[in-house]
């Protein structure tokens, strides 16, 4: 079983910074990619950025230029570096990562369980 830990959500004033982290846990084979998704109240959960396990990354246009995603694979953990926040920035932050569980498995997709960013006026 594998599990996704977040941690580092909060409340920030707006054009300050949070930096998110993610752990995975449990037993695999190895992890692809790793990345960040986003669900504000009413609206659908969008990608934020993702990271391959060879360290390409790509981002949402909303959040080029001020966010920083980054990965430790020797600590199986993903990070996202947030500045210059908006209040447009609050929503609840998913980890998500593509596991293998085996060497000749596919890769599966697991969710972290979510954390709170929101950033006030």
């Known amino acids: 079983q594998v599990q996704l830990v977040e941690s580092g959500g909060g409340l920030v004033q707006a054009g300050g910074s949070l930096r998110l982290s993610c752990a995975a846990s449990?037993?695999?084979?190895?992890?692809?990619?790793m990345g960040w998704y986003r669900q504000a109240p009413g609206k659908q959960r969008e990608l934020v950025a993702r990271?391959?396990?060879?360290?390409?990354?790509n981002y949402a246009d909303s959040v080029k230029g001020r966010f920083t995603i980054s990965r430790d694979n020797a600590k199986n953990t993903v990070y996202l570096q947030m500045n210059s926040l908006e209040p447009e920035d609050t929503a609840v932050y998913y980890c998500?990562?593509?596991?293998?569980?085996?060497?000749?498995?596919?890769?599966?997709?697991?969710w972290g369980q979510g954390t709170q960013v929101t950033v006030s006026s």
């Open positions: 998500n990562a593509d596991v293998r569980p085996r060497s000749y498995s596919v890769a599966l997709g697991y």
């Open positions: 990271v391959t396990s060879g360290g390409s990354t």
């Open positions: 449990g037993s695999f084979f190895s992890i692809n990619t």
